[in-house]
């Protein structure tokens, strides 16, 4: 992954090594290449001292060496069309042609050359001591180190910043993992300070609204127990007077109801708590062999204990078994329990229609219905939701697989 703080501290180191390039060669190209002042006084100077171009080369060797003497400099001189004349020490230039090939009268660091009045040429090596002390690479060197002290300043400022976002990011991340009372600490008055009192406002808006919908969930759930109860007393008084069928029917509504509010009173409650508030050792295949007992489902397995809450773990094989008795098609429901990588494997099948792949985890989520489907014996779509809460607090998680040869498997994973 890509580091924020690297982009942003890369971008300035960058941006020093194109400056130190751009000014180096700007320096060769415009300082360093510009002629000395006072060339054609120098020019007339050495021509006054040396011999007419008529006179033998020989007179104009021994000029020459009058005029290095003492200076330890090589020195030539050349004709107009680049024959060499004299010189003193070794050739200045590489080759016969160097004078007139030589781009303009100074070369920086190296050898100058310097046209006369009458055409010749007069070329000469500095020694390395008296060579310029600006030379290009001191002011290279002097770049660079402006350069690095620059990279080395900026690094903690570019950090600095960059690590105030890595902590938004990580309350970010634990806002939407379901944490709503993480906040972020807000360093600084810039825009990423701005950015995290932001993030505070929102989150704490967020916690508040979630609190009242779960406040007022419960709550809802609770009156229901009153209502349901009068109802409840009033058909055991009409019992005497009322038709069989109008009992009976009163009856399985209430106990729908009844089903519901506690359903949902459990879904709150999970919802609210942070971790678990019973956590113990529970026989997983007693617990399965008792509620497969209810329904008349078949089980195998072999004994496996988890650590969790044995209340809400009876719920989950509960609502899986009433899930597949209800979607089966009257077939009969097969249990199997094993030990897997530490966790316990729970799965729960039938031979009914199945659940088509596009909705395999819709049915997870709470009162959705496929659309023009109906759940049969006044199941109210909040079964599988709460299977599924109750299997992430317990470590695992649950998903719906085709069987082979028609139907459905439900396969909980339950930490151990």
């Known amino acids: ?78 004709e107009p069309d680049g024959t060499r004349i004299a010189q003193v020490g070794p050739d200045v230039l590489a080759r016969r042609e160097g004078a007139r090939s030589a781009r303009g009268p100074w070369h920086p660091g190296r050898v100058w050359t310097l046209e006369l009045p009458d055409g ?82 929102s989150a704490a808006r967020i916690e508040a609204l979630v609190g009242a919908h779960k406040t007022l969930l419960a709550n809802a759930s609770h009156e229901l127990r009153s209502p349901l109860a009068r109802i409840r007393m009033a058909i055991e008084l009409l019992k005497a007077e009322a038709d069989p069928a109008l009992r009976a029917e009163l009856a399985r509504d209430v106990a729908e109801l009844d089903a519901l509010v506690d359903e949902i009173l459990t879904a709150s409650r999970l919802d609210a708590l942070a971790q678990l508030e019973t956590r113990e050792a529970v026989d997983l295949l007693a617990l399965a062999a008792e509620e497969c007992a209810r329904v008349g489902a078949t089980l195998d397995g072999a004994p496996t204990t988890i650590h969790g809450d044995p209340r809400l773990l009876r719920r989950l094989v509960r609502n899986l078994l009433e899930n597949a008795r209800r979607h089966g098609a009257g077939s009969p429901v097969e249990v199997t329990l094993a030990a897997h990588a530490g966790a316990a494997v729970l799965r729960v099948c039938d031979r009914g229609p199945g659940v088509p792949e596009a909705e395999r985890e819709r049915i997870f989520e709470p009162f959705y219905r496929p659309a023009g489907t109906r759940e049969p014996d ?39």
Request: proline residues 6%; hydrophobic residues 50%; contains cysteine.
């Open 1 to 78: 992954m890509r580091h924020l703080y690297l982009k942003l501290y890369l971008t300035v180191v960058a941006s020093l090594v194109a400056f130190v390039l751009a000014a180096g060669f700007l320096w060769r190209q415009l300082v360093d290449a510009s002629p000395p002042p006072g060339l054609d006084l120098a020019a007339a100077v050495a021509q006054g001292a040396l011999p007419p171009a008529s006179e033998p080369r020989a007179a104009q060797q021994a000029a020459l060496e009058r005029l290095a003497a003492n200076r330890r400099i090589n020195i030539a001189l050349y």
């Open 120 to 201: 010749r040429w007069l070329a000469a090596r500095l020694p390395r001591r008296e060579r310029p002390p600006y030379a290009p690479w001191s002011l290279f060197f002097t770049l660079g180190l402006i350069a690095l002290g620059v990279a080395v300043g900026a690094y903690p400022v570019v950090r600095g910043a960059t690590r105030r976002l890595e902590r938004l990011r990580a309350s970010v991340d634990a806002l939407g993992s379901g944490d709503l009372g993480t906040r972020v600490t807000v360093e600084g008055r810039d825009e990423v300070a701005a950015l995290a009192a932001s993030f505070n406002r």
């Open 378 to 416: 006044g199941g109210a779509g909040l079964g599988l939701a709460l299977v599924r809460q109750i299997a992430r607090r317990h470590g695992g998680d649950v998903r719906c697989t085709p069987r082979d040869g028609g139907g459905s498997c439900f396969e909980a994973t339950l930490a151990s």
